[in-house]
């Protein structure tokens, strides 16, 4: 098992910029969520994809979007990124959701 | 909407001491999972808990699932120092397939 990887761990952007994220699924898991995390608060949910479709999203907005790819790997991307979109960006993946999910050590993104 | 709310936020103890936070929701869901998080890392599955009223023990942390599937609890016997970090209860809904963590609980053991 490799686990779940994550690229770039930092990334600096320019407000107004977009931003293309990266995630390795864990081997054999087929469902990948994306999470932000603000500074010592929980992760809060942006979308989930199962086997290369979207089946769920939280409150945001539509310039938060995503990918899955055929081997389960996943993108996400921001555009017209906000001072507040910095923050800890987690992805995770999982074979049986209710069992739990297995996370990368995240991006951390900063808007200046 | 699906809120989970976790307490206390903040805990700062000594060696030794016991603990326990607490995980709260107006809505039953399927199963729920709890996670440490230490700094610059990603949440690391600790248990999950499916059945009503169950117990899971895991060396000195204990979790326990409610009857009615809204609340669990997560307590810690003769914490040590290594256990600081950020502990996260996370409810899974079948409804949408969505885990939905609470606010976290930042556990701090002093020697």
């Known amino acids: 098992e490799t686990g779940v990887t994550q690229s770039p761990t930092h990334l600096i952007k320019t407000r107004g910029q977009q931003v293309t994220l990266r995630c390795s699924s864990q081997?054999?898991?087929?469902?990948v969520s994306w999470y932000q995390q603000a500074l010592g608060q929980g992760p809060q949910f942006i979308f989930q994809?199962?086997?290369?479709?979207?089946?769920g999203r939280g409150n945001f907005p539509p310039r938060f979007s995503g990918l899955q790819f055929p081997n389960y790997s996943s993108e996400l991307n921001v555009n017209a990124l906000e001072l507040d979109d910095s923050a800890l960006y987690l992805c995770?993946?999982?074979?049986?959701?209710?069992?739990?999910?297995?996370f990368g050590s995240g991006t951390r993104l900063t808007v200046v | 909407t699906q809120l989970l709310e976790q307490s206390p936020q903040f805990l700062s103890i000594q060696e030794g001491e016991n603990l326990t936070v607490y995980c709260n929701s107006s809505s039953v869901f399927s199963s729920l999972q709890w996670y440490r998080q230490e700094p610059g890392e990603g949440p690391v599955l600790l248990v999950t808990?499916?059945?009503?009223?169950e117990v899971k023990k895991l060396k000195r942390l204990t979790f326990q699932f409610g009857d009615a599937r809204k609340d669990s609890s997560l307590h810690i016997t003769a914490a040590q120092p290594g256990d600081t970090g950020l502990y996260l209860c996370a409810a899974f809904y079948n409804q949408g397939g969505k885990l939905i963590f609470g606010q976290g609980t930042e556990l701090s053991v002093k020697p």
């Open positions: 081997s054999g898991h087929n469902t």
């Open positions: 994809y199962y086997r290369e479709e979207e089946n």
């Open positions: 808990v499916v059945t009503g009223g």
């Open positions: 995770a993946s999982s074979l049986d959701q209710s069992r739990g999910y297995t």
